[in-house]
C-alpha cells in the first residue's frame, strides 16, 4: 500500500495570480524518504500544509494509504490524519520537561502505559537520562530529536518534516541529519521532507522532487537528479555547474574544451551541463584546446579553477594537491559524460 499519493492537486491564492501549487502528482513509497527541494515561493510549503490537512486545494486529491483524506468533497481535519509532523521551530512545550513532551503525542494510550513509552522513544532517539529536563536546557539538535520523538510516538501512517533542521548550525545539522534517519529507518517510517537546502535533501532523501513554480520538475533518487538533471534550472539548483552551447553530432559535441562524449545521442545545437567535479585539469597537450587558469580558489580539501577558453569560463573541481596556478596554460579534460539539458544558458 502507498502511504501517500497526491494525484493533481493545485492550490491558488489568487485568481490572477500563478497557482502556488500547480497539477502536483506524487507518490511516497512504504518506508521511503522523499524530499521535495526547491527555492522559496516554489510551493513545498504549501504542499506539505495541504497533505497535513492545515489548508485545503482548489482541485485534486490527497490519499493516505487507502484513505482519501482530501478531494471529492471530502476533508479530513489535520488532527484525524494520523501523520506525525516535525517543525522547523520544534514546536515543544517550554513549560513541560522533555519526557511530558512526548508524553503529549501518547493521548490515546493507557495513561499507566504513556510514560514507559515515552522513555523508550528518548532512549530510541539518543536522549536516555534527559527526560526531566526543559527544553531550553538543551541544544537545538536535542530539542529536534525530542520533537522527532513525540511525533512518531503514536505510530503514525508516516511524518512530515518541515525544514527540520534549518534552525541548526552546520555541524551539528550534519550530525542530527544523520541520527534522525537513523531512526526513521531503524523504526521503518515512512517520511516527506520540504527543504530549501540541496545538500540536505541529496544525503538524507532515498528520492528527490525538484520543485519550481509550483511544479515538480524531476523527480528520482539523489544521483540521478544530480548526475542527470532534466533542464538548466534542476542542474544550476541542485549544485555548481557549467552551462554552454554546443553543436551535438550523434554521441558527441563540439565544446570550448574539445570535443565531449555525451550522456544520450543528440543531433544539432544543444545545451550541455557538466558538473565541475566531472572535469579533470591536465597539462598543455597539441592535441586539445587551450585554456588559461584565471582563479584558483583554494578549500583546504579540494581547489576549485577558473579556466578561460576565449570568451568562455569553465569551473573544474579538483583535489588539493594541484600545482596549477593563476596564468598557466591548461587543458580540460572530461571524466564524466555532458548532460543534455532542457533552458536557457
Known amino acids: ?103 503529549f503525542g501518547l493521548h490515546q494510550m493507557p495513561r499507566r502505559n504513556r510514560k514507559a513509552r515515552a522513555l523508550e522513544l528518548l532512549e530510541m532517539v539518543g536522549l536516555t537520562g534527559m527526560g526531566d529536563r526543559k527544553p531550553q536546557q538543551l541544544s537545538g ?16 501512517k508516516f511524518i512530515l518534516l518541515d525544514e527540520p533542521f534549518s534552525n541548526l548550525d552546520p555541524a551539528l545539522r550534519a550530525e542530527t541529519r544523520h541520527q534522525v534517519k537513523q531512526v526513521l529507518k531503524e523504526m521503518k517510517i515512512t517520511a516527506l521532507l520540504v527543504t530549501h537546502d540541496q545538500e540536505e535533501a541529496l544525503s538524507f532523501a532515498d528520492r528527490i522532487g525538484v520543485m519550481r513554480d509550483g511544479k515538480l520538475l524531476q523527480v528520482g533518487t539523489p544521483q540521478q537528479v544530480y548526475n542527470h538533471p532534466a533542464s538548466a534550472f534542476v542542474a544550476n539548483f541542485l549544485g555548481r555547474t557549467n552551462l554552454f552551447n554546443a553543436e551535438a553530432t550523434g554521441e558527441h559535441a563540439a565544446t570550448p574544451m574539445g570535443e565531449m562524449c555525451l550522456s544520450c545521442p543528440a543531433k544539432g545545437p544543444v545545451l550541455l551541463s557538466v558538473r565541475p567535479e566531472h572535469l579533470r585539469i591536465a597539462p598543455p597537450h597539441p592535441d586539445e584546446p587551450l585554456g588559461t587558469v584565471v582563479s584558483r580558489e583554494f578549500k583546504g580539501h579540494d581547489v576549485t579553477l577558473k579556466v578561460c577558453f576565449g570568451d568562455r569560463q569553465v569551473l573544474v573541481h579538483t583535489d588539493y594537491t594541484c600545482p596549477y596556478q593563476v596564468g598557466q596554460s591548461v587543458s580540460v579534460l572530461h571524466a564524466e559524460p555532458a548532460v543534455v539539458v532542457t533552458g536557457d544558458v
Open 1 to 103: 500500500m502507498t502511504p501517500l499519493r497526491i494525484d493533481h492537486i493545485t492550490r491558488r491564492y489568487l485568481p490572477s495570480h500563478p497557482a502556488a501549487v500547480d497539477a502536483l502528482s506524487l507518490q511516497v513509497q512504504p518506508q521511503e524518504v522523499f524530499a521535495i527541494v526547491g527555492p522559496s515561493g516554489c510551493g513545498k510549503t504549501t504542499t506539505l500544509r495541504i497533505i497535513a490537512g492545515f489548508e485545503r486545494p482548489d482541485a485534486g486529491s490527497v490519499w493516505i494509504g487507502d484513505r482519501l483524506v482530501e478531494g471529492d468533497g471530502v476533508h479530513v481535519p489535520a488532527e484525524k490524519r494520523h501523520i506525525g509532523i516535525v517543525f522547523q521551530d520544534y514546536a515543544l512545550f517550554p513549560h513541560l520537561d522533555v519526557v511530558h513532551n512526548v508524553m
Open 141 to 156: 539538535g536535542q530539542q529536534q530529536r525530542v520533537a522527532l520523538a513525540r511525533s512518531i510516538a503514536p505510530m503514525p
